[in-house]
T-cell receptor, first 116, second 113 residues
Framework: EAGVTQFPSHSVIEKGQTVTLRCDPI?????LYWYRRVMGKEIKFLLHFVKESKQDESGMPNNRFLAERTGGTYSTLKVQPAELEDSGVYFC??????????????FGPGTRLTVT | DQQVKQNSPSLSVQEGRISILNCDYT??????FLWYKKYPAEGPTFLISISSIKDKNEDGRFTVFLNKSAKHLSLHIVPSQPGDSAVYFC????????????FGTGTKLQVIP
């Protein structure tokens, strides 16, 4: 069974540019999450999809961030325009609905975003 | 507001000894706790969890202890092995519905051969 995949693994962009991150969850996982970790800090929740619907987007920093999950399969996270403070590692995770109580999630390897 | 705190950013332990990683939380509504392990350039992987109705959960060399009155949990690794060297994240959530998971800042464990 393939794990959670993320693309690209690393992205370097200039302030003001746009970047789109992609996440492919484990097949059959209805729950998809986005997180961000700034160096040395906590893994911070951004948002949660259940199938194609946004269940909780309370962690999204501002309206420069847009997440979509068309068709309830893969998801994209777009940052437009990017700012310096957006730098960090963006993780995607997925889980089966049966794990939503326990919180056990399967993480991808992350996308390291550097905004210069 | 950091609701899950890991006050030790790093820990070094000799191979074969016990590693104890600590975690404190402030939100009394949390009732499910998890530990994740992360190697460099990889995503976190689930390690072990505990419900608030228990005070201990054991899985092989890994044991998690929960002290609800102190809002404190710890992860014990016995015996520690070099392959355990990684960053360990404590996490917590509320039960019921779709509740988000709140992570700590992580503790980097180095097991010295």
């Amino acid at each position: 069974e393939a794990g959670v995949t993320q693309f690209p693994s690393h992205s370097v962009i200039e302030k003001g540019q746009t970047v789109t991150l992609r996440c492919d969850p484990i097949s059959g996982h209805d729950n998809l999450y986005w997180y961000r970790r700034v160096m040395g800090k906590e893994i911070k929740f951004l948002l949660h999809f259940v199938k194609e619907s946004k269940q909780d987007e309370s962690g999204m920093p501002n309206n420069r961030f847009l997440a979509e999950r068309t068709g309830g399969t893969y998801s994209t996270l777009k940052v437009q325009p990017a700012e310096l403070e957006d730098s960090g590692v963006y993780f995607c995770a997925s889980s089966q609905d049966s794990n939503r109580v326990t919180g056990e999630q399967y993480f991808g390897p992350g996308t390291r975003l550097t905004v210069t | 507001d950091q609701q899950v705190k890991q006050n030790s950013p790093s820990l070094s332990v000799q191979e074969g000894r016990i590693s104890i990683l600590n975690c404190d939380y402030t939100n009394s509504m949390f009732d499910y706790f998890l530990w994740y392990k992360k190697y460099p350039a990889e995503g976190p992987t689930f390690l072990i969890s505990i419900s608030s109705i228990k005070d201990k959960n054991e899985d092989g060399r890994f044991t998690v202890f929960l002290n609800k009155s102190a809002k404190h949990l710890s992860l014990h690794i016995v015996p520690s092995q070099p392959g355990d060297s990684a960053v360990y994240f404590c996490a917590a959530k509320r039960s019921g519905g779709y509740q988000k998971v709140t992570f700590g800042t992580g503790t980097k464990l180095q097991v010295i051969p």
